[in-house]
Structures are given as C-alpha cells and as structure tokens.
C-alpha cells in the first residue's frame, strides 16, 4: 500500500484517505460483522481429511488489494494471450500433434501424461472451445513483474468467492465505493451462461440452450460454489443419479419427466465423468455421455482431457507453447521451472532442495508440495525420497520474493503474501476477462502457502477505472 517513504502508492491514495478515518477498534468490528455475514450466508470450503470439521470459513480480511487500470490492462492482454495458446494447443495435441512433430515438445509428456485422453483424439468440441473457464494464478515480485504461477483449464474454483468478497463490501464500506471507482465483478454469471449459451451444440444455438451445472455433491470441496453459480445463472443444479441418455441427449429428471440439456458445466473430475468410458466404479458422472459428447449432442464445459493444460511438466513449455500458436514471445513471464524427470535438472534439485518449492505435476490445492526454507529436515528428507523415487512426478522452481499487501490483524495492519486468479471466460467469438480475480492470501506471518485447503484467506481485488 505505501512506497519506501511511507507515502500511499498511486493506486491505494484514495482508500489511504478514507483508510485514516477509522480507528483499529472501528476496523476490527467490521472484519467481525465480515465474518457474522460470510457464517450466515453460508459462504464455505470443505477441507477434506480435516479432523475437527470438514467445512470452514474462509477467511476474509476486509483490506482490499488495488490495482491501476494501466497494470491490468496488461494482464489482460497478457492472459488473453495465454487462454488462446492453451485452446489451440489442445486442439493441437487431440488432432495433428503438430507442436510434437516440429520438435518443440516431447512425445513422452503426452503419451505418459495420465491428464491425455485417448478417447478425445479427434474430437472438436462445439464451437472450438476447450477450455470454456479458465483460472490464470499470477504472482507478483515486483513493481512492473508478474509471472503466471499456473494454469487452471480443468475446472477452477474460487470465482463465487470473488463475487461474494465484492458484495460483502459494498455492503460493509457502500461510501467508500462513491470516491473509489473500481470496476464491477458482478456481471460474472450473465457472462458465464452467455458464454456457455454460445459454445452449446450447434443445433441449440438458436433457441435459448438448456444449462445445467453437474456437481459431485454437497460433500465437494466446491459445493457452495456449484450452488451459487446455478443460482445466480438459472440453470439447474444437479448430480449424476439426475441425468441419463435418453434419445441420443443427455436429460435430466424433472418433475415434468427428461429434459434434454445442450450444455453440462461440469465440476466432476475426468475419471468420474462417464463409468462406461473412464473409472468404473463412478457414481458421480452419467453412463454413456462421452459417447453422446462425442456425438456433438451436448457441450462439456471445460471439455474432458483439458487437465493435460494444468500438468506442471507442460507449464514449464507454455513459452515455448505460446511462441508456437501465437507467433510471438509471451507477454507473461513463466516462473523458471525444473523439470525433475531430466537427470541435470533432479541433480540440481537434489542439491538445491532448501531453497527450492517441488511440486506435483497434477497436483492442485496446496496438497503434495514442498517449500524448501519452511520445511524441517525431516519433511526435506522424506522428499528426497519421493524425488528419487519418482522424479517425473515432480517440478521445482526458486522461492520467489512475493510481494505483500495488508491485512488486518489482532496488532493492526500488517504485511502478507498473496496470489492473484482472474477468471477467464471463452466462447466461440470472444474471451472476456473478468477485471478483478480471487486474491489469495496467506494468513500467517511469513507464509508462502495462499490455498484456502492450507489454511490462506481471501480478500476483495479492485481494479480501478481509466
């Protein structure tokens, strides 16, 4: 929020103002009634495997992370850049391989990658579009640097938190919103279901299509966030034991009998999607859809096998991807990563690990992942194990210098480090980028950890108009 001399910086000058004018008494009973209306509002996150509960508050902090419509405009630009890389690589590696057979990215991460889905090959969703939502995680370490953390094209969370974030604090702080002019979020379902409306089939692009939101159930780590999307989008909210094939359509039950659906917005992972194609023993998907999708009788969004996107392996070409699709060197910077299946890049990991973060390449959540200078020589030491064991199931990159924005503690304000995940939307003619995003922060001092599964918080993001 303020430079080296203490002086707010350009973005923050006007909250600073407003900011001088309460007390940390009067700050800390808003962040109360913060917390009063998230608990009411029944705005939650399962934790799986959580011993005392297994559904949580995420924490909020009331202090909003501002950024210059000047600096968004090239994330934007930045993003969008990426998103269209990212389809036309998965139509890419489904049809003609082309970025393999021109020796810029090797067979192996396709062929043993356990995110490529074989029964994808050749298939061309409705409307072109892979990746229809797609969470973009950006770090900051300096004035003028971002680099993308990672790329979320399966089925990335965390957008109701975003709304809800917003609507808390106009609610909480409505005068301060008359001398900030930030740009809405609100907008986010009208855009979703529009954007889903258009990639459907294109036999149901004429009338209004039927959109219906797939969840795994109320025991999902998401499921406030499935329920408040159908919601917020009048579509139906449903799971699989409420869909089946009836005519070649996927339909769901109603109290009228099957309705056929032109677009599922799917937030089961692949191997659950369809028993008869993938994992056997899923309850959670419909028998038969992949045959029915294959069909072009109904729009998956995101398409099954966009996961082979998020693999870790994968990110660390996206330069390389870029260049590929686009023709030109990517605007946003990658975060330098070791691929550890290469022997020189396991020695150095090897060698490096208390200074390194070694990730899984599917891992997601916080989960399965090592932060080289806050871990004990033990957790070290049982990591070597796993690396050695397994090399090609991991990545490493350094430990990046954050930045930080305030939150409120106990002791008053008080640095932190954060992410940034705007959500990206795309459809057949256009990508609108959502100006705002989850910003995610981690709650304890010194922390590099920003997953709401470990314990990190959320806070309104403001991106300020021209």
């Known amino acids: 929020m303020h430079d080296e001399a203490g002086a707010p910086r350009e973005p923050y000058e006007e909250y600073a103002r407003w900011l001088s004018d309460y007390t940390p008494a009067e700050l800390a009973r808003k962040s109360r009634e913060a917390e009063t209306f998230f608990r009411r509002t029944g705005i939650t996150f399962n934790v799986y495997g959580a011993r005392d509960a297994d559904e949580r508050l995420i924490p909020f902090d009331i202090v909003p992370r501002v950024i210059s419509a000047r600096e968004w405009a090239r994330l934007e630009r930045g993003i969008e850049q990426r998103v269209r890389a990212i389809n036309a690589f998965l139509h890419d590696i489904y049809h003609k391989q082309e970025i393999i057979k021109a020796g810029r990215l090797p067979l192996n991460l396709i062929a043993e990658n356990q995110a490529f889905l074989p029964q994808m090959i050749g298939v061309s969703p409705p409307g072109g579009v892979y990746t229809h939502i797609v969470g973009t995680d950006l770090v900051r370490t300096g004035p003028n640097e971002f680099y993308v953390l990672e790329d979320n094209a399966r089925t990335p969370s965390g957008v109701s938190y975003m709304i809800e974030n917003r609507e808390t604090m106009l609610r909480m702080f409505p005068e301060l919103f008359s001398r900030v002019p930030v740009q809405p ?30 969840t795994p159930g109320i025991h999902n780590s998401a499921y406030f966030e499935h329920a408040f999307l159908a919601d917020q989008m009048g579509a139906a909210l449903v799971e699989g034991h409420d869909l089946r094939v009836v005519d070649g359509r996927i339909a769901m039950r109603t109290t009228q009998g099957y309705t056929p659906i032109d677009v599922l917005y799917r937030r089961v992972d692949d191997d659950y999607l369809d028993p008869l194609n993938f994992r056997s023993d899923s309850v959670l998907g419909v028998p038969g859809i992949m045959d029915v999708y294959r069909a072009g009788g109904i729009t998956i969004a995101n398409a099954p096998g966009t996961g082979v996107a998020d693999d870790k392996a994968i990110y660390s070409y996206m330069p390389e991807i870029i260049e590929f699709y686009t023709g030109k060197p990517p605007i946003l910077k990658n975060v330098p990563t070791w691929r550890c299946a290469e022997p020189d890049a396991l020695a150095y990991v090897l060698d490096n690990l208390e200074d390194l973060v070694v990730k899984e390449v599917h891992g997601s959540g916080g989960y399965g992942m090592l932060v080289g200078p806050a871990a004990s020589k033990k957790e070290i030491a049982g990591f070597r194990k796993k690396l050695k064991a397994r090399p090609a199931n991991y990545i490493a990159q350094p430990t990046l210098s954050l930045s930080t924005v305030p939150v409120l503690t106990k002791a008053g304000l008080a640095p932190r480090h954060v992410d940034l995940r705007p959500f990206v939307l795309v459809s057949p003619d256009r990508i609108d980028i959502t100006p705002g995003g989850l910003t995610r922060v981690a709650m304890k001092k010194g922390s590099l950890v920003v997953n709401s599964s470990q314990g990190g918080g959320t806070k309104d993001t403001w991106i300020l108009e021209d």
């Open 185 to 214: 979020v609100g907008d986010y379902p009208v855009n979703l279901r529009r954007a889903l409306a258009r990639s459907a089939p294109p036999a149901s692009r004429g009338a209004r299509p039927t959109i219906a939101v797939l």
